[in-house]
C-alpha cells in the first residue's frame, strides 16, 4: 500500500492565484482530513470528510473548497490565494467504523509546502 | 474549547536516557489521544493511541498513559537513542470526529 500520497510537495503561487492540492489514500479509509501546520503552532483542521460525498468544516476553513467524489481522493482547493495561506498542508485518513471497532488512528500524507508571494 | 499543551518545547538528553514528554489537555471528554512522531520535513507517522478507556499503551520502547481526570497524557521512551530524535506531538480526539486539537509538540534532541 503506498498510505497517503500528496502531490505536489512544493508550490509557490502569486497572490490572487488557484490551485488544488491533491490527496489520495489506498487503504479504504473512510474518514480523509485536510490540516495546515504553520510554524510553532499546532496542526489546524481545515477540513474533513466522513465518506464520499460529505464534507464539513473545520476549525480554519476560510479561502478553502474541498470536494470529495470517491473514497480514495480528498482534492482542496485554494481560491484567491493569500500570503497568510502560506503554510505546510497535510492530507490524512482513518478508520473510523462503528462503537467496538474504530480504530481512529490517523495516518497523514508528506505534506506539501505551500508559499504565497 | 480544547486546548492541548506540550511541555517542554525543546528537549536534549544524552543517548541511553529514560525520558518522559508530557501532554495536558483541558476538556477531559476525549475518545481518544494519539502520538505522533514528525521528522523534519516529513508528515506525522503515529507511535500510540490510547482510547478513552484505557489507561496506557505500549509499543516497543515507548508507553504512552493516560490519566482523563486529571487532563494528561505522558510519553515514556526508554534507552533514548540519536534516532529518536524528532518533534512529538500528541492529539486529542473530543466533541466528535472532526474536533482533533494537535498540541505544539515536544522537540527531542538525543546525543549520542
Known amino acids: 500500500n503506498a498510505g497517503v500520497t500528496q502531490t505536489p510537495k512544493f508550490r509557490i503561487l502569486k497572490i490572487g492565484q488557484s490551485m488544488t492540492l491533491q490527496c489520495a489514500q489506498d487503504?479504504?479509509?473512510?474518514?480523509m482530513y485536510w490540516y495546515r501546520q504553520d510554524p510553532g503552532m499546532g496542526l489546524k483542521l481545515i477540513y474533513y470528510s466522513v465518506g464520499a460525498g460529505i464534507t464539513d468544516k473545520g476549525e480554519v476553513p476560510n479561502g478553502y473548497n474541498v470536494s470529495r467524489s470517491t473514497t480514495e481522493d480528498f482534492p482542496l482547493r485554494l481560491e484567491l490565494a493569500a500570503p497568510s495561506q502560506t503554510s505546510v498542508y497535510f492530507c490524512a485518513s482513518s478508520f473510523s467504523g462503528t462503537s467496538g471497532t474504530s480504530t481512529d488512528t490517523q495516518y497523514f500524507g508528506p505534506g506539501t509546502r505551500l508559499t504565497v508571494l | 474549547k480544547q486546548e492541548v499543551t506540550q511541555i517542554p518545547a525543546a528537549l536534549s538528553v544524552p543517548e541511553g536516557e529514560n525520558l518522559v514528554l508530557n501532554c495536558s489537555f483541558t476538556d477531559s471528554a476525549i475518545y481518544n489521544l494519539q502520538w505522533f512522531r514528525q521528522d523534519p520535513g516529513k508528515g506525522l507517522t503515529s507511535l500510540l493511541l490510547i482510547q478513552s478507556s484505557q489507561r496506557e499503551q505500549t509499543s516497543g520502547r515507548l508507553n504512552a498513559s493516560l490519566d482523563k481526570s486529571s487532563g494528561r497524557s505522558t510519553l515514556y521512551i526508554a534507552a533514548s537513542q540519536p534516532g529518536d530524535s524528532a518533534t512529538y506531538l500528541c492529539a486529542v480526539l473530543s466533541g466528535g470526529y472532526q474536533k482533533v486539537t494537535f498540541g505544539t509538540g515536544t522537540k527531542l534532541q538525543v546525543i549520542p
Open positions: 487503504m479504504n479509509h473512510n474518514y
